[in-house]
């Protein structure tokens, strides 16, 4: 249906009319794979659409409207469906339901249909029990710290966080300090009488104790110090005793009632009073976590942020970016992904300390040993300037390189091969450096080298994306077993060039440490620092991995060739070509060398196709 409408007299009148047979008639012009497309319409905006009238994704049209008791909390409170002092069990429940719905809030669900579904979060002032509304003002603003972390890392997708807080205030006006004395206060006052308390009393101590301990936690992280950093690891520990003990008195609170329609009942919360906000993209149905599935999630949040705090023993740039990448293996939700790069990059210092610059300057020097970083040669400015200009560059890409890490899995990919051509810049840049300083310290001393000092490192750095990005394809099941041949056979090309760049690196080191011997004779003020290497660690890994793949292509060549694997077949839109130019487009930059992949089709008889793809520019000078 259309909408038409104009202006009579300052009324506007609505004038519908109906244009199915338009539309229906239009679509017989478009051939089979076309779409129509527009500058404020296209695919994006297509996916994000939201199919009117349909109620799983129209929250309009779910007609429940009758089964909201109540629209606000004063409303609620008017009409005596929330009490202002409730009774222990239920203080306890609702402790419960708040951690269920800030664990269903972290999985990507909205604030204002999830932890703001409990009235209490409206009406702290008016709330006549102390550990309730301590309670309340710590879970509110738990919510407003956890909000800030995710926000200033920008770790988060949209299907992985919401952002939008509907114009509600997520902070209850009071700081950490304040709230954290107000429930220690209110365990001293019951701990006093600890041989006298009930079952159910010792359980709300332990809720007590547990948002007391979550908001100290969290607080430490948003006003980061690396010092601080055995105390959050003791933090984490005391948080996993309080929810562990928390899980056996579950059944002690108050609690849900589901009724008929699977509406959900609880005293505090009014599940259905925020359900017509819609967020950005198509709403989902919000299921609210069991008690049970938020503690095994939270436990399991507080497991990665126990390794998080693991980030301060490691004192190398590759050491760094090899902890990310583990980490990212472990699945971690979008709470421990920020709060990991949000402590990384504090103040734009590695953990709020020490330089990026200075990080990056140390893993270039021990990976290729670049002349140039010598002391000897700080007072020339042209070098300095050389140097700073590229180490800049370089932190920029090394840091988007971590912070993609960060993201989902689903994303790191996109994300690597959007990096890729940003470090083929890098590569180029440093490519021009080396030989500009070659030149300009050739000429003061004929035995200075500094050929591929630092393009070495930078293509080190473009084939670990390479890979990276090649291995998660498997990871995300994008490939079918048509392409493993292929993706096999460019993993192999790749350990080897990784092999050839470590080499290459390493015949760079010697020449740099020859140079800078003689210099320490000519000058005894000069003092020299030895460097460890683990060159040869990683040209094991490669050859390991190098002939795993290698494996892998020869298996199933043999597939293929002994009719073993299913036959793939060219359909419109989709051929073995296509597909092959879609999985390696990212990796079309610079273009010198070509690399042939031979491709085998048992179709023909085992003929042998080969299609021409390159990775990177790398010269042989």
């Known amino acids: 249906m259309s909408l038409v409408w104009t202006h009579n007299i300052g009324v506007m009148a609505y004038e519908w009319k109906d244009v199915t047979s338009k ?45 909201c008791k109540v629209s606000s909390a004063s409303e609620a409170i008017s009409r005596g469906l929330l009490p202002l002092n409730p009774s222990t069990p239920d203080i306890v429940g609702i402790s419960d339901e708040l951690l269920a719905c800030l664990c269903t809030w972290l999985d990507g669900h909205s604030l204002a249909q999830t932890v703001l579904t409990c009235l209490y979060l409206h009406t702290i002032p008016s709330i006549k029990s102390t550990p309730l509304a301590g309670i309340c003002n710590a879970a509110l603003k738990c919510c407003d710290i956890i909000n800030d972390v995710i926000v200033s890392s920008l770790c988060y997708e949209e299907e992985d966080f919401v952002t939008c807080t509907y114009g509600y205030d997520t902070d209850p006006g009071l700081n950490c300090g304040k709230i954290v004395a107000s429930l220690r206060e209110e365990i001293d006052k019951r701990n006093r009488q600890k041989d006298s308390l009930s079952e159910v009393e010792t359980a709300l101590v332990q809720r007590l104790n547990f948002w007391k301990q979550f908001l100290v936690l969290l607080n430490k992280i948003k006003e980061f110090e690396r010092r601080n950093l055995d105390s959050i690891k003791a933090d984490v520990e005391s948080l996993y005793k309080c929810i562990t003990e928390a899980r056996d008195t579950f059944s002690l609170g108050t ?103 200075k990080l990056v300057k140390q893993e270039i020097r021990k990976f290729s040993y670049p002349i140039s970083f010598l002391t000897y040669f700080n007072s020339i400015q042209k070098i300095s300037e050389v140097l700073e200009d590229f180490l800049d560059s370089a932190v920029m890409c090394i840091l988007d ?160 060739i002994q009719g073993k694997l299913t036959t793939f077949l060219d359909r419109p839109f989709d051929s073995e070509v296509t597909r092959f130019t879609h999985r390696f487009a990212p990796f079309n930059i610079a273009i010198i060398y070509t690399r042939r992949i031979v491709i085998i089709d048992k179709l023909k008889g085992g003929k042998r196709h080969s299609y021409s793809i390159c990775p990177f520019h790398m010269s042989d000078d």
Request: glycine letters at 4%; proline letters at 2%.
């Open 23 to 67: 539309i229906v008639a239009a679509t017989t012009t478009l051939p089979l794979g076309s779409l129509i497309s527009d500058d404020n319409f296209g695919l994006f905006e297509a996916m994000s659409a939201i199919e009117v009238m349909d109620p799983k994704m129209d929250a309009g049209m779910l007609c429940n409207k009758e089964l």
């Open 401 to 560: 390189y971590i912070h993609t890490m960060c993201h989902n899995k689903g994303r790191q990919r996109r994300k690597l091969g959007a990096l890729l051509p940003d470090l083929s810049l890098l590569y180029s840049k440093a490519e021009g450096y080396d030989k500009f300083l070659h030149a300009l310290l050739m000429s003061s001393d004929s035995s200075a080298d500094h050929h591929h000092s630092y393009s070495c490192y930078v293509l080190f750095l473009i084939i670990e994306v390479m890979i990276k990005y090649l291995l998660l394809g498997w990871e995300l099941e994008l490939y079918t077993i048509h392409e493993a041949h292929y993706i096999y056979c460019y993993l192999e090309y790749l350990f080897s060039w990784l092999k050839q760049s470590v080499i290459r690196a390493h015949e760079q080191c010697l020449s740099g440490e020859a140079f800078e011997k003689r210099l320490v004779k000519r000058n005894k003020n000069m003092k020299r620092k030895k460097l460890e290497r683990n060159h040869q660690m990683v040209l094991q890994m490669a050859e390991i991995y190098q002939t795993i793949s290698r494996a892998y292509v020869k298996a199933f060549e043999g597939f293929a």
């Open 255 to 357: 609690q849900v009632q589901q009724q008929e329609g699977g509406v959900r009942r609880m005293v505090g919360f009014e599940y259905l009073v925020n359900q017509r906000l819609l967020a950005s993209s198509p709403p989902r149905y919000i299921e609210i976590k069991s008690r049970t599935d938020s503690c095994v999630y939270l436990l399991r949040v507080l497991t990665h942020l126990e390794l998080m705090t693991r980030i301060s023993a490691i004192t190398t740039l590759s050491g760094i970016i090899k902890f990310f990448v583990r980490f990212s293996e472990q699945s971690p939700c979008v709470l421990s992904r920020s709060c990991l790069f949000y402590i990384f990059n504090y103040r734009t210092k590695f953990l709020g300390e020490e330089s990026f610059g």
